[in-house]
Structure formats: C-alpha cells, structure tokens
C-alpha cells in the first residue's frame, strides 16, 4: 500500500494511476543467483521474469537484494537504485529487454522511495531520458523541464550536479539522474505525462 501510494503521488498529478500488480515468486535457484547481481545478469534476469510472467502490455520487474553496474574505466562496481531499458520492449516473448529492475536493500526500507524508484525505471522503460544527467550537459527534449547546466549550478566545482545544487531547477523532479529528499513531492512535467501517456 505505501509502494502504490508513493507511485499514484507521481503518477495522479496527471490523472494516472498504477493499475494491476501481479507478484509472481521466484523459484529458490533463480533467488540465490540473482539476489545480489549487475548489469552482466540484467538480460538473463529478464529472461527469467519474462518465461515467469509471459509477454503482454505490462512493464515487469524484478525486485533483487542488490544491484549494480560495472564501471569498467574506473575499475569500480557501483551499487544503483534500479536499471530499466530504454526503451523497453514488452509485446516480444523473450526480450532482452522486457523488464526493469530494482534493488530492494539501497533503499534501507523507505517505501517512498521504493515507489518513486519504480515510476522511474518504468518510465525509463516507457522511453523518459533523465531530465539532466551527471555532467550538467545533457538533458532531455522536454520543453516544460528545466535544466540544471554544470556551469551554473555545480557550485562544489566537482564536475556534476547534484540534486541539492538543482534543487532551483530540476532536482525534484522524479526522472532526475540521482534519487534524492525530495522523493515525498516529486514531480512529472505535462509533456513526460504525454509521453507516457502515449
């Protein structure tokens, strides 16, 4: 109830709501592979939640203790909030790219977050960019999103923004590159709510 609540507040600030959830449990094998993964893992765990759930107009996703992405010119693993296509393919038995996932553990039980997660890697799957991304130079078409450009707004000079330095442009918005505080009043633009819409 606190995961759809937490959702519908993204969703019904244009007059949509999540619809039916179905949870099918994973067999006691694919729990002990996946539990903790990365990217390598993403299209076998599609795979897998695919032949479970079968092909259909729903956007699946598996819920995983801990996942992560390989930064491979870093030499560095890094622990995320979730991973969805962008775009998603849910009409194709099989797709590589049929699911999403998200990580239950980095969110420490805060089921706000948790929906808020979902509405964005679904969003993701459904074809939304990041408003902005890391680098404060790269950011979506959206006309009624601002954005939060690194020679303005990256005042630790790191190189990236943050979503406290964007708090006066697009830090809450939900499909803002980093999860942050303001997960309790996130909000979707008219056009992200057309777009997904459509």
């Known amino acids: ?13 244009h007059e949509m709501s999540l619809g039916l959830v179905t949870f099918i449990e994973a067999r006691s094998e694919q729990k002990e592979e996946y539990a903790r993964s990365d990217e390598r893992s993403f ?12 092909a259909g107009r ?13 930064l491979e010119e870093r030499n560095e693993v890094e622990t995320v909030f979730g991973m969805a296509s962008l775009p998603g393919s849910v009409f194709t038995p099989g797709s590589l790219h049929s699911c999403g996932i998200v990580a239950w553990e980095p969110h420490d039980g805060d089921y706000t977050e948790l929906g808020a997660t979902i509405v964005h890697e679904g969003s993701h799957f459904l074809g939304l960019p990041h408003t902005t991304e890391p680098d404060g130079q790269t950011f979506d078409l959206f006309e009624d999103t601002p954005e939060c450009w690194q020679t303005v707004y990256d005042d630790d000079n790191s190189g990236d923004v ?10 809450d918005n939900y499909m803002f590159w980093i999860s942050s505080g303001y997960n309790d009043r996130f909000v979707m633009s008219p056009d992200q709510a057309w777009a997904l819409r459509r």
């Open 1 to 13: 109830t606190e995961i759809r609540t937490a959702i519908d507040n993204i969703l019904n600030q």
């Open 43 to 54: 299209a076998s765990i599609c795979q897998a939640v695919a032949t479970a759930a079968g």
């Open 58 to 70: 729903a956007w699946n996703m598996a819920l995983v203790d801990e996942y992560a992405l390989i």
């Open 162 to 171: 943050d979503d406290e330095e964007c708090e006066n442009a697009d830090g």
